[in-house]
């Protein structure tokens, strides 16, 4: 068997690589630990298998939602859960005849994101999202020459993380040199701030590579309407016109089947013409609601990962909303605040679809 120690943008797949380009629903794959805080394998499963059933087109692993804590030398997850949840992908998508775009999650300084993207590698995935919290003193010539140094093994997809969670601000400056990294495959915009959304937006079009660099959001308090924007940048070689395309959220690891459904109907809307319907902006509030609820907004995202587990949990595809850390839990007041909204907007969730396949996902 071949050992490929590094991969490059054209080496995916013709219908991959049109995926990615066109945009798709990349959930950002929990953890499913025990109640001894074990990882879950049978749980871990499921949710593999779901995720490609509700038709996501990617997954990812190994990132926020996934609890950064599994690459403590004391937990030791990072490596198995990666493993373990490539292989389900390549079984699963397999028996279907479909293709998941895998995305590993790439963290610390440039060694330890280095081994983990060459791991990754070695486990068939096909990007990495490339987290820079480990770098956040550094300056922007040192943030660079890490993404350039990752991006020799891996395609990476550019991460603009929100201070709130460990991010830091990164300037137009930054993204305009970033666009420039040749193995460089898509953004995920996080930073939860229109201005800053719009600095990657920029830079990406005055770099002339918004045709090779893919805008993904990650602003879950503003999806709909991130992926309905046309953008219009004036760049100094003229007009570009470039849309976020899809995407990679921790809000889209629960009631992904409707995040497939909507992304899908989002898509068709630019080739119909005409006005955006009014709907669009009514349902992108109703969504950032829940997202509060999810993601706890009301306590600086204290209970986002239990909050995401909650929702799973009621689904029955997690067996409790345990993290590693024991002290993260559901904030006071945060599971009325879930029972709220799934009350408001019973369209939203996908409730019908898990209950008619979780059985056959737990196998």
């Known amino acids: 068997m071949e050992v490929i120690d590094s991969v490059r943008i054209e080496d995916l797949s013709e219908t991959l690589l049109a995926g990615v380009r066109r945009g798709m629903v990349i959930p950002a794959q929990p953890l499913a630990l025990d109640a001894q805080r074990r990882l879950d394998p049978r749980y871990q499963t499921a949710l593999t298998r779901y995720y490609i059933d509700a038709g996501a087109g990617g997954i990812a692993v190994g990132v926020h939602t996934t609890q950064f804590a599994i690459r403590d030398p004391n937990v030791g997850l990072f490596q198995p859960v990666l493993q373990l949840v490539a292989r389900e992908i390549d079984a699963y998508a397999g028996t279907k005849g479909r293709e998941i775009f895998k995305v590993a999650g790439l963290c610390g300084d440039t060694s330890q994101a280095v081994a983990e993207a060459t791991f990754a590698v070695s486990q068939g995935y096909h990007a990495g999202l490339l987290s820079l919290a480990a770098l956040a003193g550094e300056s922007d010539a040192r943030l660079l020459a890490h993404c350039r140094e990752v991006a020799e093994v891996m395609p990476v997809i550019g991460f603009y993380l929100q201070p709130a969670v460990g991010g830091r601000v990164l300037s137009y400056g930054f993204w305009r040199e970033f666009a420039e990294i040749e193995n460089v495959i898509a953004i995920k915009m996080a930073p939860f701030n229109r201005y800053q959304t719009l600095d990657v937006v920029r830079a990406v079009c005055d770099a002339g590579r918004e045709e090779a660099i893919t805008l993904y959001t990650g602003n879950d308090d503003n999806i709909i309407a991130d992926l309905i924007t046309e953008y219009r940048i004036v760049t100094a070689a003229g007009p570009r016109s470039v849309r976020i395309r899809g995407g990679l959220l921790g809000h889209w ?6 995040a497939v459904e909507m992304l899908e109907r989002l898509q068709a809307l630019p080739g119909a013409g005409g006005d955006i319907p009014a709907e669009w902006l009514r349902q992108n509030i109703e969504v950032t609601d829940c997202n509060a609820a999810f993601f706890d907004a009301a306590n600086r995202f204290a209970g986002c990962i239990p909050g995401i587990h909650e929702v799973l949990r009621r689904q029955g595809l997690l067996p409790g909303t345990w993290c590693l850390d024991p002290d993260e839990v559901l904030s006071p007041g945060q599971a009325e605040e879930i ?13 019908d679809f898990v209950r008619a396949h979780l059985s056959q996902w737990l196998a």
């Open 253 to 258: 690891s629960v009631w992904t089947r409707r």
């Open 339 to 351: 029972d709220r909204v799934l009350a408001s907007y019973p369209h939203l969730n996908d409730d």
